[in-house]
């Protein structure tokens, strides 16, 4: 799946999921170091406790972060409100 960020660095999120797992992530802009580091965690984790961990994370006092736009997106793919 694609997911189109908002308010972050990164321009887009790039994962699958396979059942109830996250198998890949790959942010597309942002700080390569941080959003690679997010994306390894992640990867093998439950999609609901990845949203659990992510959800709400600022970046700057921007209202949303790297990590949050990546929970949204998880909500999106299993069909939760945003």
Do not use: W
Request: positive net charge; charged residues 25%.
């Amino acid at each position: 799946m694609i997911y189109k960020t908002k308010g972050v660095c990164s321009k887009e999120i790039h994962f699958e999921i396979e059942g109830d797992t996250i198998k890949s992530v790959k942010f597309i802009g942002g700080c390569s170091g941080n959003t690679q580091g997010v994306s390894r965690l992640v990867e093998g984790m439950k999609v609901q406790e990845a949203i659990d961990r992510l959800s709400g994370i600022d970046c700057n006092g921007k209202g949303t972060s790297c990590p949050d736009q990546l929970s949204k997106a998880l909500k999106q793919a299993i069909g939760q409100a945003v």
